[in-house]
């Protein structure tokens, strides 16, 4: 860890993520880390987590993972039971796992669209409803959840990856306003283009490698969205940090 640990506003909370095996959610857990977090960190891909794991266990951060597929609530519940034995209390919840099956809707991919559904909106509904229980009991608890820019300008071909987006914009505000109370916080994080992994999920090739492309030429660091997260964190209990767009500079 580095020697800002001490001072940040990080050190010693307990934080939760979900996709945490790479791009946006290995960045924020291993940025947190830094800061003094103590983590459990939630991917299907166990193998990539428990390197992630050692290597944040060798820098003297306090970690541990939990196989999640936040597509099953009882993953959900799981992680967030996790934390509590771990560590005794769960202070943020980091819902960043999600996928993009991309095309025309006249396609009418159906199953892509289910999963989008699946991943993008159940995954966040299963972690409020996980994780709220327990940040009442605590007093306190902050949810954070990536969001896209993708539905803030509609484009041909993300229609559907667009709409599970606004649905958890929906969301996230509806939950704000239900909070306001001051016992949780909640955090809409939208990204643009990221060098990430999320290409990976889109089954046409042709749009496949277009994004990849796009990502690769000037797509931001997954480094980047992180520090966004955790200045949103680190802020005082009074004050909530709600809607957050980071984009490249070039990015129409």
């Known amino acids: 860890m580095t ?12 934080v939760a993520i979900t996709g945490a095996s790479s791009g946006i959610g290995e960045a924020t857990a291993r940025l947190l880390a830094d800061r003094g977090a103590r ?10 987590l428990d390197g992630i794991a050692a290597d944040l ?29 771990e560590f005794g209390r769960l202070d943020v919840l980091v ?12 396609d009418g991919d159906v199953d892509g669209w289910s999963a989008m ?8 509904l299963y972690g409020i409803s996980a994780a709220s229980p327990v ?25 559907v990856y667009a709409a599970t987006k606004n649905a958890v914009r929906t969301v996230m505000e509806a939950l704000r306003q239900e909070s306001t109370d001051g016992v949780v ?32 030429d000037f797509g931001l660091p997954p480094e980047a969205v992180a520090r966004v997260i955790a200045f949103a964190i680190e802020q005082p209990d009074d004050v909530e940090i709600g809607d957050v767009t980071i984009r490249p500079t070039v990015q129409g």
Not at 3 to 14: P, Y
Not at 39 to 48: C, E, K
């Open 95 to 106: 819902s960043n796992a999600g996928i993009s099956k991309i095309g025309p809707l006249g």
């Open 57 to 85: 266990r060798r820098r003297g951060a306090e970690v541990v993972t939990v196989a999640t597929d936040v597509t099953r609530r009882a993953d959900l519940d799981g992680l967030v039971a996790r934390a509590v034995e």
């Open 135 to 159: 940040f009442r009991r605590q007093g306190s608890g902050h949810f954070v959840t990536t969001v896209s820019t993708a539905g803030l300008k509609i484009v041909p071909d993300m229609g």
């Open 3 to 14: 020697d800002d640990a001490t001072t940040s506003g990080i050190t010693g909370k307990v």
């Open 117 to 124: 559904i699946d991943v993008n909106v159940r995954g966040v």
């Open 185 to 216: 916080r909640t955090t809409s994080v939208s990204p643009g283009f990221v060098r990430t992994e999320l290409d990976g999920s889109i089954d046409d090739p042709d749009l496949r490698s277009q994004i990849r492309s796009s990502m690769d």
């Open 39 to 48: 983590l459990v960190i939630g991917a299907r891909r166990t193998d990539r």
